[in-house]
């Protein structure tokens, strides 16, 4: 395949007899990939990928292996690639790697992707934490008390210090929010202590990622394709995994504009392991999922599971996916079978394919493919070989990745955590004042209480001034009592008269 950046259309793969080629135009209809272990998915995703680039449509995949960092090297000659070039009828196919740009939660394996707190919202964070109802209830109460007070949950010591400053003010907050179970701030803060353990604080943190650098160009107008790799988180913390494709499929439909249908989508994601995505998510979840599965079309994105059962996706989002590739799946126990049936009954019949048959049949780079028309409508089922990737079938080496990260366009873009004043410093400045008002507060009831003890301290010298005051007196009137009495008048008389002589 040579690289036709305006082309509206690429192979897939094809029999012989028929080529499948996926329709530009249609792209943004969705679909899934799906099969067991080993049967050719990640390649079938690695064509997928590149073809996309090579149409001018930029590529978010995640990966859950380590195993596609290939793409961005040219493919080695192999005999057994030759083989199934020259049996599907492939012209122009031309080994060449794709512009890749590498991404990480960890900030290990390529640039950090971070989004904040509040992006991520109450919704997906009690997902994320599996909270029941009422504790669910307490979470959108802090988010509600941070908003209507102007503090920003950016990072995860945010959202601790607001169920902090929750719990020590629930009395003062129940009157206008209801009561706030302390409980409840006990259950969620445990759960932040095992995500945190898990890494999630790597990832909620700003720089938060911007979605155009998601969604670029190279020089000749390839899509970029970026590379997320999870391979520890998809182990370490399978849900936050999955919140994080929730949410950027969701600010992809909040933020894009209204586009219809183009000749060729905006941009595409591949969601690996997509079973994540619905493994015990609450009711509401899916079905806000379901929504905008069904809507974000409109926003010119495209979106691909990438499953080893496509019974792992709920129906009515499975009903939404226009282009379907099934890999070989194994029947060892009646379930399987079952499930087999079910598979094949999602399929348009082929009257030359027993589908039921083909689905356990199939060998290692075979599929059954059923892709939408120009009319929309979807194609009879065929049975075809996975064409064979330009790029490199494999993983880059660590001198090569590393090589790639140090040319991205965003080196040190993301690279340093900015710690903007939000929640955590406004609640500490807050908490401070508090603590010097209290300890002003203090130091003025100290200072009355010695000012009163003062005043208590003359109050007694002066009854005690005014007691010995009181004897004086009492001698003076007794005095005056004797000079009123017989004796006293003679004494009087007698001064008097000597002092007259």
Not at 234 to 242: D, F, G, T
Not at 461 to 472: A, H, L
């Amino acid at each position: 395949m040579s690289n036709t950046a305006a082309a509206p259309q690429f192979l897939i793969g094809g029999n012989g007899d028929t080529q499948v080629h996926l329709l530009g135009k249609m792209a943004n209809r969705h679909g899934m990939i799906a099969g067991a272990t080993g049967t050719g998915k990640t390649i079938t995703l690695q064509i997928l990928a590149e073809s996309f680039s090579a149409m001018g449509v930029p590529v978010f995949l995640a990966d859950v292996k380590g195993d596609i960092s290939g793409l961005a090297k040219p493919a080695n000659p192999h005999p057994k690639v030759d083989e199934r070039i020259e049996k599907i009828g492939i012209e122009g196919y031309e080994m060449q790697g794709s512009p890749v740009v590498f991404w990480d939660f960890l900030g290990k394996q390529g640039h950090p992707i971070r989004t904040t707190v509040s992006e991520i919202g109450p919704l997906l964070w009690s997902s994320l934490l599996e909270l029941n109802d009422t504790q669910t209830g307490v979470l959108y109460t802090c988010f509600k008390v941070a908003d209507d007070n102007g503090w920003m949950i950016l990072d995860m010591k945010d959202l601790r210090a607001m169920l902090t400053w929750m719990a020590d003010n629930s009395k003062e907050l129940k009157g206008e929010y209801g009561n706030i179970s302390s409980a409840s701030i006990g259950a969620i803060q445990r759960g932040l202590i095992v995500l945190e353990e898990q890494g999630a604080e790597d990832f909620l943190a700003e720089p938060a990622i911007q979605l155009s650098d998601l969604m670029s160009f190279d020089f000749s107008g390839r899509g970029i394709i970026n590379i997320m790799d999870v391979t520890k988180v998809i182990h370490n913390s399978p849900k936050l995994y999955a919140v994080f494709l929730i949410w950027l499929m969701s600010e992809l439909f909040e933020n894009l504009p209204e586009v219809g249908d183009q000749e060729k989508p905006k941009f595409v994601l591949f969601f690996d392991e997509a079973h994540l995505i619905f493994d015990d998510a609450p009711k509401v979840l899916v079905e806000k999922i379901e929504q905008v599965v069904r809507l974000i079309r409109s926003k010119g994105v495209g979106v691909y599971f990438i499953s080893q059962n496509p019974l792992d996706i709920p129906q009515d989002i499975l009903g939404q996916l226009g282009m379907k590739i099934q890999h070989a799946l194994r029947a060892f126990t009646p379930k399987d079978k079952k499930a087999i049936t079910a598979v094949a009954d999602t399929f348009r019949e082929n009257p030359n394919i027993n589908t039921k048959e083909c689905i356990t049949d199939l060998g290692i780079g075979e599929a059954l493919v059923s892709i939408l028309d120009e009319k929309g409508s979807p194609t009879e089922v065929e049975r075809i070989l996975i064409r064979p990737p330009e790029s490199r079938i494999g993983p880059m080496t660590d001198e090569e990745r590393a090589e790639q990260i140090n040319r991205s366009p965003y080196k040190g873009k993301y690279d340093t955590v900015v710690d903007r004043e939000s929640a955590y410093e406004l609640l500490r400045e807050r908490s401070e004042h508090q603590a010097d008002i209290a300890e002003q507060e203090e130091a003025r009831e100290l200072e009355q209480e010695r000012i009163e003890k003062e005043e208590k301290a003359r109050s007694s010298t002066k009854r005690s001034s005014r007691g010995r005051q009181s004897i004086s007196e009492t001698l003076i009137k007794s005095a005056a009592r004797t000079i009123g009495t017989r004796l006293g008048r003679q004494i009087i008389r007698g001064v008097l008269g000597s002092i007259l002589r």
